[in-house]
């Protein structure tokens, strides 16, 4: 950090520790079978991490792809120097196929109308177009329905012997993963390996098949083929809390999100804190003000619930979450104004985790993590290896 921004603190930061990012893509490398090769799923701004450092971290830990869910995340990594393989996978009509194809990235395609609009960009171009076809093997998204699937593959075939495209992958999602012995899970497995089979014979020969998120690549080594995909585990949190926390998984969460204490003040008993006064004293107390608030991505649902480090104790939100501050009552305990309120991190120093947000607030961690705004600056440790 430079001398102005010591000078001059952020009122809240989240800390992203590349370390235990290429850590844990590490980790999740030597948990992949059969030499299968690892995408480092990249796509939200890198669940809320910041792209481009996470991207070059997960390359410089292993990674052999990189999957992002929009072109526009996958073109930023090739207008900053990536090089490796790329997938981007959530298209619409009329996407920016010629940009992407031109940049070399791996597009993928789900229906005919998706194979028309790239053989008719590569057409433009006069490039093949790198696709992977997405069968919908049960999540009921994205991906090609197997009655549809026969012509589709066909229809690829013709023109990969055109010469307009080739088919590089062949994919799918899983909807239950995170729930092993799940019946939908076996299903699925089938239907993949059912869609791989007519492919096959319709002549496609893919460079990788690729079914394992992550909680599949930490649980369910028979669905790893020739690629895992994780994503949120390459930051360091569970996919599947109630089966082992990070650290069980070889995992460490990534980010720690914190903010300095704008206000510290004495109020007597029955004071009303934040809108509606949902919360009010007990007895006279401290309140510290923690200057985030949903516009920085803390749940509103936290309200009442969200956990918070406060002058070395858990605290809990007093009150509502505003939009840009709440209140934590400090009871006896005193600090000052510029201390450190830890919303979440890694768990090491007694500090809530984002899970312990999730629970709080009834949802899961990745949206914890994603929903961190733009406002809060990222800042990165340990850039190099």
């Known amino acids: 950090m430079n001398t102005a921004a010591a000078a001059h603190p952020p009122r809240a930061r989240a800390e992203i520790d590349l370390a235990a990012l290429r850590g ?9 079978v059969g030499g299968a090769g690892l995408m480092a799923v990249v796509k939200a701004d890198a669940y809320g991490h910041g792209l481009l450092p996470c991207a070059r971290a997960a390359r410089q830990a292993g990674a052999d792809w990189l999957g992002t869910a929009t072109p526009e995340e996958a073109l930023a990594l090739r207008a900053n120097g990536d090089t490796g393989p790329v997938l981007a996978w959530l298209w619409t009509p009329g996407g920016p196929w010629e940009r992407a194809i031109d940049a070399d990235i791996d597009v993928s395609a789900s229906g005919l109308w998706a194979l028309a609009e790239i053989t008719a960009a590569a057409r433009t171009l006069g490039r093949t177009a790198r696709v992977h076809l997405k069968a919908d093997t049960g999540l009921g998204r994205n991906g090609c329905q197997p009655a549809d699937w026969a012509e589709l593959v066909a229809a690829a075939r013709a023109a990969e012997a055109e010469g307009t495209l080739r088919v590089t992958g062949l994919w799918s999602h899983f909807a239950c993963a995170d729930e092993p012995g799940h019946p939908s899970i076996v299903r699925q497995l089938d239907a993949f390996r059912e869609a791989l089979g007519a492919a096959e014979r319709a002549g496609l020969r893919p460079e990788v098949r690729h079914l394992a998120n992550s909680p599949a690549t930490l649980t369910l080594p028979e669905a790893h083929f020739d690629l895992v995909r994780p994503g949120v585990s390459c ?15 070889g995992l460490r969460p990534a980010m720690t999100l914190s903010a300095a204490l704008a206000n510290v003040k004495r109020v007597p008993g029955g004071h009303g804190v934040s809108y509606g006064h949902t919360y009010t004293t007990p007895g006279a107390t401290t309140l510290a003000l923690v200057p985030v608030g949903y516009a920085d ?12 480090l406060v002058a070395g104790k858990w605290r809990t939100v007093a009150g509502r979450v505003a939009m840009d501050q709440f209140v934590v009552d400090l009871g006896g305990d005193t600090a000052e104004p510029g201390d450190e309120a830890v919303l979440f991190g890694p768990g090491e120093r007694g ?30 440790i340990n850039r190099e290896p």
């Open 297 to 308: 991505g803390v749940p509103r649902h936290g309200s009442g619930t969200g956990p918070v």
């Open 235 to 249: 930051y360091g949190l569970s996919p599947a809390p109630e089966l082992g926390a990070p650290q069980d998984f």
């Open 24 to 32: 844990n893509v590490r980790a999740l490398r030597e948990r992949a």
């Open 351 to 380: 500090e809530p985790t984002a899970e312990d947000w999730a629970r709080a607030v009834g949802t899961i961690g990745y949206e914890i993590i994603t929903r961190v705004g733009a406002r809060v600056p990222r800042v990165y």
